[in-house]
């Protein structure tokens, strides 16, 4: 049984391995170590801790503060892959983006919010808006999980090392780029470490002491389905009412509507050659939309509904296929209304008839 000896002291510990492996060893070598002079592993491990340089390995020559500057500099963040968008050729700008793009082109810190219905290009217009400026944008996705650690950073454990690795949120400081925080109304009261950042106030990194500054050109850009307010009817389960200290930090709040069937068309003829079949598909969608505003029917067919129909009949080349699995998603009750609505507009595609 090892027991505690007070002759162990942190010189005569150091020396006897210096003696024995060198100044560099390993956490085998102090088991060894304690085995043969009958002393317990904490003792010799709490004597020794200082000079602790990564998992099991020890050096005792290294200072302290020589350990820590090789900890911090052991591990560098890892780029991110792709900080300008790809700009999309098929892309056909409509609503806010004119407006959105002068903002980003500025340079100006103007924290923005995006909102409205699933599916109508929020998202893409902010990307393909720093793609034609060729600007940085990171993009995060946040979830209900979403945290501190997540968005500033935190320690990882790199090849046995505890380093400190940037989050997507200090990254785009110290680049000056764009950081779209996209869907941010699932979020939780987590997000609100990002208030002093939404001021342009840069940050503090408490757990490694350093102040960061936003890099000329950092803005803020959100996008939600909701105002931050929740969701009333229910058809965006998950998103929660957000702090309202938190939403009056954004200057602008921009109400993106779908296309009109002009546009929505020249977008789908982008993917599509049969031109009739992309117009015939916006009025469908036109018209489910209006019935929907007023209050008529509880689903709406968004822009992104449309494409998956095309991608659907570029691989099935069947219209009737396409259309009927893209509104599977749907109950059976609206899926039939959407498909004798469809019959309607275009007389030259005909579903079979539910006898029910």
Same mark, same amino acid.
């Given at each position: 049984? /090892?027991?505690?000896?007070?002759?162990?002291?942190?010189?005569?510990?150091?020396?006897?391995?210096?003696?024995?492996?060198?100044?560099?060893?390993?956490?085998?070598?102090?088991?060894?170590?304690? !085995?043969?002079?009958?002393?317990?592993?904490?003792?010799?491990?709490?004597?020794?801790?200082?000079?602790?340089?990564?998992?099991?390995?020890?050096?005792?020559?290294?200072?302290?503060?020589?350990?820590?500057?090789?900890?911090?500099?052991?591990?560098?963040?890892?780029?991110?892959?792709?900080?300008?968008?790809?700009?999309?050729? @098929?892309?056909?700008?409509?609503? @806010? /983006?004119?407006?959105?793009?002068?903002?980003?082109?500025?340079?100006?810190?103007?924290?923005?919010?995006?909102?409205?219905?699933?599916?109508?290009?929020?998202?893409?217009?902010?990307?393909?808006?720093?793609?034609?400026?060729?600007?940085?944008? $990171? !993009?995060?996705? $946040?979830?209900?999980?979403?945290?501190?650690?997540?968005?500033?950073?935190?320690?990882?454990?790199?090849?046995?090392?505890?380093?400190?690795?940037?989050?997507?949120?200090?990254?785009?400081? &110290?680049?000056?780029?764009?950081?779209?925080?996209?869907?941010?109304?699932?979020?939780? @009261?987590?997000?609100?470490?990002?208030?002093?950042?939404? &001021?342009?106030?840069?940050?503090?990194?408490?757990?490694?002491?350093?102040?960061?500054?936003?890099?000329?050109?950092?803005?803020?850009?959100?996008?939600?389905?909701?105002?931050?307010?929740?969701?009333?009817?229910?058809?965006?389960?998950?998103?929660?009412?957000?702090?309202?200290?938190?939403? &009056? !930090?954004?200057?602008?709040?921009?109400?993106?509507?779908?296309? @009109?069937?002009?546009?929505?068309?020249? $977008?789908?003829?982008?993917?599509?050659?049969? &031109?009739? /079949?992309?117009?015939?598909?916006?009025?469908?969608?036109?018209?489910?939309?209006?019935?929907?505003?007023?209050?008529?029917?509880?689903?709406?067919?968004?822009?992104?509904?449309?494409?998956?129909?095309? !991608?659907?009949?570029?691989?099935?080349?069947?219209?009737?296929?396409?259309?009927?699995?893209?509104?599977?998603?749907? *109950?059976?009750?609206?899926?039939?209304?959407?498909?004798?609505?469809?019959?309607?507009?275009?007389? *030259?595609?005909?579903?079979?008839?539910?006898?029910?």
């Amino acid at each position: 049984m /090892f027991t505690a000896n007070p002759e162990m002291t942190e010189d005569k510990i150091t020396n006897d391995l210096k003696a024995l492996f060198g100044k560099e060893f390993t956490y085998a070598d102090v088991k060894g170590y304690c !085995r043969s002079h009958g002393v317990s592993e904490s003792t010799v491990l709490k004597r020794i801790g200082r000079f602790r340089v990564g998992k099991g390995r020890y050096n005792l020559e290294l200072k302290v503060k020589e350990v820590v500057a090789k900890i911090e500099k052991a591990y560098e963040a890892p780029p991110f892959l792709t900080l300008i968008p790809e700009q999309d050729e @098929n892309f056909v700008p409509f609503g @806010n /983006f004119t407006t959105l793009k002068k903002i980003i082109k500025s340079g100006i810190f103007y924290p923005s919010f995006i909102t409205g219905l699933s599916g109508n290009g929020k998202t893409m217009g902010v990307e393909q808006a720093c793609a034609q400026l060729n600007r940085e944008c $990171i !993009r995060v996705n $946040i979830t209900i999980e979403t945290d501190e650690d997540d968005l500033i950073g935190g320690f990882r454990l790199i090849n046995g090392d505890t380093v400190w690795h940037n989050g997507p949120v200090i990254e785009a400081l &110290e680049r000056g780029a764009v950081l779209l925080l996209d869907e941010i109304d699932l979020a939780s @009261n987590k997000i609100l470490c990002l208030q002093s950042i939404l &001021e342009g106030k840069g940050v503090f990194l408490k757990k490694i002491g350093k102040y960061v500054k936003p890099k000329e050109g950092f803005n803020v850009i959100a996008t939600a389905n909701t105002k931050g307010k929740g969701s009333d009817d229910g058809r965006f389960i998950g998103t929660n009412v957000l702090n309202e200290a938190f939403l &009056e !930090r954004f200057a602008l709040t921009f109400e993106q509507e779908y296309p @009109n069937a002009k546009t929505e068309t020249n $977008i789908l003829k982008k993917l599509c050659n049969d &031109e009739e /079949f992309c117009a015939r598909l916006s009025d469908w969608a036109d018209i489910i939309r209006k019935t929907f505003y007023d209050g008529g029917i509880d689903e709406v067919i968004s822009t992104r509904r449309l494409v998956h129909i095309l !991608r659907a009949y570029s691989i099935f080349g069947d219209k009737v296929k396409a259309i009927q699995l893209c509104l599977n998603r749907f *109950d059976d009750e609206t899926k039939q209304a959407f498909l004798e609505l469809y019959d309607k507009v275009d007389a *030259d595609v005909e579903f079979e008839k539910d006898e029910n």
